[in-house]
């Protein structure tokens, strides 16, 4: 999987006007398959990193896409997530006028630690927030979230969010919290910056299990009572697909490097296999002792 990041980029203005106005990010696909790429802005006002710009771009072969995006602030940055290495970025700056002004680097994002020492005294006092490294335990006879900060190991907080919590998944990218609610037929999406619920999705009866694609933003809930998983769109919080998988699905286990979904089936002992780019039943693997047998993979 590939990450890039501009890193910081600073905005400041020059005569009263920000060096650029708008952001253009040019991608281009030179992979012979059919990729996605996931743009994600960010933006500082003061001791707070926003996020405002969230994108799921998909590009066949050879294609070029060019989209422009509001930069009027002191300090930004995008990021880049991709399953595919063959996707060529460039991000220029432009002026009121159209006119590019600047043009910034895209590179791997491990080469751009968090300097908070060096932006707190080129951005007039204001911080980058450090990783949030959060715990999130589930009491299924309280209904009570429990928030672990995994720097200090200390509870930072509870919430309630639905009846019987069970799964729980977390997409490190948008910084969401799915959790599954075994009584209450829902899931719940906890915004995991300000540890509140700020949606329930409806899925199917009795849901178990829960799996995140931080690439493509999909979510995956087994639903046990009704022997099907629920695929939810992270961007809108609608199920835009139920697929039927075998009898009394549990886990759930998802690979982003090839967009593959595992389903564990207590009752069935076996495994379905689901594609996540069309959302069907690649195949089964059955798990029987005696049996081996990869069906349809």
């Given at each position: 999987m590939?990450s890039?990041?501009?890193?910081?980029?600073?905005?400041i203005?020059?005569?009263g006007?920000?060096l650029c106005?708008?952001?253009?990010?040019t991608v281009?696909?030179?992979?012979?398959?059919?990729?996605t790429?996931?743009?994600?802005?960010?933006?500082w006002d003061?001791a707070?990193?926003k996020?405002y710009?969230?994108?799921?771009l998909t590009?066949?072969p050879g294609?070029?896409?060019?989209h422009?995006?509001?930069?009027?602030?002191?300090?930004?940055?995008?990021?880049?997530?991709?399953s595919s290495d063959?996707?060529?970025?460039?991000?220029?700056?432009?002026?009121?006028?159209?006119k590019?002004t600047m043009?910034?680097?895209?590179?791997p994002?491990q080469l751009f630690p968090i300097d908070?020492?060096?932006?707190?005294?080129?951005?007039?006092n204001?911080?980058?927030?450090?990783?949030?490294?959060?715990?999130?335990l589930?009491d299924?006879?309280?209904n009570?979230?429990?928030?672990?900060?995994?720097?200090?190991?200390?509870?930072v907080?509870?919430l309630i969010?639905?009846s019987?919590?069970?799964g729980?998944?977390?997409?490190?990218?948008?910084?969401?919290?799915?959790?599954?609610?075994f009584?209450s037929n829902?899931v719940?999406?906890?915004?995991?910056?300000?540890n509140?619920?700020?949606?329930?999705?409806t899925v199917g009866?009795?849901?178990?299990?829960?799996?995140?694609n931080?690439?493509?933003?999909?979510i995956?809930v087994?639903?046990w009572?009704?022997?099907?998983?629920?695929?939810?769109?992270?961007?809108?919080?609608i199920v835009?697909?139920?697929?039927?998988?075998?009898?009394?699905?549990e886990?759930?286990?998802?690979?982003?490097?090839?967009?593959?979904?595992?389903?564990?089936n207590h009752?069935?002992?076996?495994?379905s296999v689901?594609?996540g780019?069309n959302?069907?039943?690649?195949?089964t693997i059955?798990?029987?002792?005696?049996n081996?047998?990869?069906?349809?993979l």
């Amino acid at each position: 999987m590939a990450s890039l990041t501009t890193g910081l980029i600073e905005n400041i203005r020059a005569t009263g006007v920000h060096l650029c106005s708008t952001l253009s990010v040019t991608v281009e696909n030179k992979d012979l398959i059919t990729n996605t790429i996931r743009v994600n802005g960010y933006y500082w006002d003061r001791a707070t990193k926003k996020e405002y710009v969230l994108d799921l771009l998909t590009l066949a072969p050879g294609e070029v896409v060019v989209h422009n995006y509001f930069a009027q602030f002191e300090a930004l940055e995008f990021s880049f997530i991709s399953s595919s290495d063959s996707l060529e970025i460039t991000v220029w700056g432009k002026n009121d006028a159209g006119k590019s002004t600047m043009n910034y680097s895209v590179l791997p994002a491990q080469l751009f630690p968090i300097d908070k020492e060096r932006i707190t005294m080129e951005m007039q006092n204001s911080t980058l927030p450090s990783a949030l490294n959060r715990i999130y335990l589930l009491d299924s006879r309280s209904n009570k979230i429990s928030v672990i900060d995994g720097h200090t190991n200390t509870l930072v907080g509870n919430l309630i969010a639905g009846s019987g919590p069970f799964g729980v998944g977390v997409n490190p990218v948008t910084n969401r919290i799915y959790v599954a609610n075994f009584a209450s037929n829902n899931v719940s999406v906890i915004d995991g910056s300000s540890n509140e619920v700020i949606a329930h999705i409806t899925v199917g009866s009795n849901p178990m299990g829960v799996g995140v694609n931080p690439t493509t933003n999909r979510i995956y809930v087994t639903n046990w009572a009704s022997h099907s998983v629920s695929v939810i769109d992270g961007f809108t919080h609608i199920v835009i697909g139920t697929i039927r998988v075998s009898s009394y699905p549990e886990g759930v286990n998802v690979n982003s490097t090839t967009n593959l979904v595992y389903i564990t089936n207590h009752a069935s002992n076996n495994v379905s296999v689901i594609d996540g780019s069309n959302n069907t039943i690649r195949g089964t693997i059955e798990l029987n002792e005696n049996n081996n047998d990869e069906r349809s993979l």
